[in-house]
């Protein structure tokens, strides 16, 4: 069984801090990883994915990477804006399968 | 728009009401997952189609819980008697092995 942990539950970080997301999975044979943000009370948005035969995927000011071998995934927030508050969540995709969620990261940007 | 589009986008509802969501994928994908998420958690695995064809149930579904697919299109997921437990976002996506594509989800109240 495919399983996703995200620590920490909660983040508060000061405005234009660069910070890095945890997402760590039991399953290495991943196909794809994928990080959304969702705000409160709203739907998930989807940030980065990355396939398995990659390594890293940027866009903006985000970076996400994989590792399949040690079974975890980060996602580098530069420069932390208080529009970046949101739950973050990971989730693991393992062929014609469900996605499986971790329970998510709350970021708090404070200006 | 040619995005997983989910109908209504939020509902409220009193507590012994049925209700009955719609979700209309992207239209080359087969695969249809339909996932629940409750406040503070990730979303959960409820059940997925190919085509018309429903190939796994969650033990999160209840026989209250009842969805189909007629003609491998649109989706509905219908909830009889609904509970107070019942109440959470509840999430579309279609797609494939290697990516799923998230609509913006129902939010149910049931008071």
């Known amino acids: 069984k495919q399983e996703v942990t995200q620590i920490p539950a909660a983040l508060s970080v000061p405005e234009g801090e660069n910070l890095v997301l945890n997402c760590s999975f039991t399953?290495?044979?991943?196909?794809?990883l994928q990080w959304f943000r969702q705000d409160p009370g709203k739907g998930l948005t989807s940030l980065l994915l990355i396939q398995s035969s990659q390594r890293e995927q940027t866009s903006g000011r985000l970076n996400a990477s994989l590792d399949k071998s040690s079974g975890r995934s980060t996602l580098y927030i530069a420069a932390s804006q208080p529009g970046d508050s949101a739950t973050y969540l990971c989730?693991?995709?393992?062929?014609?399968?469900?996605?499986?969620f971790g329970t998510g990261t709350k970021l708090q940007v404070i200006p | 728009d040619t995005g997983v589009s989910q109908d209504p986008r939020h509902k409220i509802t009193k507590r012994g009401q049925n209700v009955t969501f719609r979700c209309d994928p992207i239209s080359e994908h087969n695969r249809l997952y339909w996932y629940r998420q409750t406040l503070g958690q990730g979303p959960e695995f409820l059940t997925y189609?190919?085509?018309?064809?429903?190939?796994?149930k969650s033990r999160l579904l209840s026989d209250r819980f009842s969805a189909e697919r007629p003609k491998g299109s649109f989706s509905t997921l219908e909830i009889q008697r609904t509970e107070q437990g019942d109440s959470a976002m509840y999430l579309c996506a279609s797609g494939g092995p290697y990516e799923q594509y998230f609509g913006p989800g129902t939010r149910l109240t049931v008071t």
């Open positions: 399953d290495s044979a991943i196909y794809n």
């Open positions: 989730a693991g995709l393992w062929g014609y399968q469900k996605v499986t």
């Open positions: 189609f190919q085509n018309e064809a429903q190939l796994e």
